[in-house]
């Protein structure tokens, strides 16, 4: 004799009518005896909330279980799930694509990025402005022509005339 059979003729039984058959196998196996057991626990738990006195419902509790289901009905679905992603997945493509584009169009200079090499050198016209000191540059000396009374007046000065 399998549990399963004997399990199965259990379940079908509400009142102890259990063949000898059962009985027999019962006595030898542990599983199926705590399994009756189990099964006779619950059953009389069955038996003792049928007489029990069925509580009257409070008041609104139609209209609150109404308003429950309603909501329940209401409820997002598996296609308003996926839509609602794909909309925020369209807005960040969107996103990057405008900060894509957005750093191709900034100039390579500027507040945002540093200096680069051609803003740092010093144009021609600046370059022939500049000139040596000539108590610190020992080529001026050598050379009489590069002296500072030779040299052009720049055109913007801070002294007033």
């Known amino acids: 004799?399998?549990?399963?059979?004997?399990?199965e003729r259990l379940d079908n039984l509400w009142e102890s009518d259990v063949t000898p058959e059962d009985r027999q196998h019962l006595s030898q196996c542990a599983g199926c005896r705590e399994y009756?057991?189990?099964?006779r626990l619950l059953r009389s738990g069955f038996r003792l909330l049928k007489l029990e006195e069925i509580p009257e419902p409070s008041l609104g509790f139609a209209e609150r279980m109404?308003?429950?289901?309603?909501?329940?009905?209401a409820a997002p679905t598996l296609a308003e799930f996926f839509e609602r992603v794909g909309r925020r997945f369209v807005y960040a493509t969107l996103a990057l694509t405008f900060l894509a584009l957005l750093a191709l169009a900034v100039p390579s200079t500027g507040p945002v990025r540093g200096l680069s090499s051609n803003d740092i050198q010093i144009s021609?016209?600046?370059?022939?402005?500049?000139y040596s000191d000539p108590v610190g540059d020992p080529g001026?000396?050598?050379?009489p022509e590069l002296a500072p009374a030779e040299t052009p007046e720049p055109a913007v000065?801070?002294?007033v005339k």
Do not use: K, T
């Open 1 to 7: 004799m399998h549990c399963n059979d004997v399990r």
């Open 66 to 73: 109404v308003r429950r289901l309603g909501e329940i009905g």
């Open 140 to 143: 001026v000396q050598e050379a």
């Open 157 to 159: 000065s801070n002294e």
């Open 124 to 130: 021609s016209q600046e370059a022939s402005l500049a």
């Open 36 to 39: 009756r057991l189990d099964l």
